[in-house]
């Protein structure tokens, strides 16, 4: 906490939106391109997802383009297998980073781990023009090299000299928090990181109006830190903040492109690997993966 000095007077950043979205089964979206993500662009898109493991097998095959997706696990595992990465187990602060870039199928390169229920985040980020048609970035990465700096996981960007290993565009950060009863923690955004946002997975946040489980806020702009406690039990939560996208969004199903015809490029390039991938699921496989289709 932050002491004022004799004469001055502190502002606390205010939340401007909270909401807990719509749910489908074990997914809740709380926001997409077309609503709230035009607040806090770069962040576009945000999924919590909670239930049985079980759900994970009925993921189904699906593409995107112009964006990267980041999925963290909050409880729980899950297992991926990938040509690149190889075998391995994501847990709580583990991550799965794909930049779809020009175009991507993906959804079945990971698969039920151990636990009996799982919970977690997607995230779409929205890229900048010379990215958005890019190549495909894939990275898994399990918890043990993802760093802390006390309370919080670095999933993307820099915080407090420590950099994330995953290869995201500069101008963001995204953290996981984890707080005990009780506990206090004050985030100072980067020069520049305008946009604010967080979302509760469990437990309670004073900040300083209450954010209670499974709500996301988004916090007015500006660049003033803000102070948060947990409240009666241990709190887990995800917190971005980033330089605004400075571009329009045009938008397909699951694409997000700065203009009409990155967007239009994007689909072509979809719908092209979508005939190699059908050829693909055709031969006989020996396991249910499917790796992510580029």
Known sequence: MHT?????TITQRQISYRTKGRGHGPIVRLMGPSDLGHLIKPFVFL????????FIG???LHPHSGIATVTIITEGNLRFEDADSGKGVIDYGGVEWMRAGG???HGKEMSVGTSKRIQGFQLWVALPPELENASVDSQYLESNVMPEVGPARVILGMHQGVQSPVRAPAGMNYLLVTLKPGEAWTYTPPKGHESLWLCVSRGSLTAPQSVTEGEMVIFEP??????????QKDTFFVIGSATPHPYNLAL????????PAA????EAKIAEISVR?????????????VPVFK
């Open 4 to 8: 004022a000095a004799l004469g001055e």
């Open 47 to 54: 999924d919590l997802f909670e239930g049985e493991s079980s």
């Open 58 to 60: 009925g993921m189904q």
């Open 103 to 105: 175009g991507v199928w």
């Open 222 to 231: 500006g660049s003033s830190a803000v102070t948060l406690s947990a409240e």
């Open 252 to 259: 397909g199903n699951y694409s997000v492109h700065t203009n």
């Open 263 to 266: 967007m239009q490029a994007g």
């Open 277 to 289: 991938l059908r050829e693909y699921l055709q031969k006989p496989k020996q396991t249910t993966f």
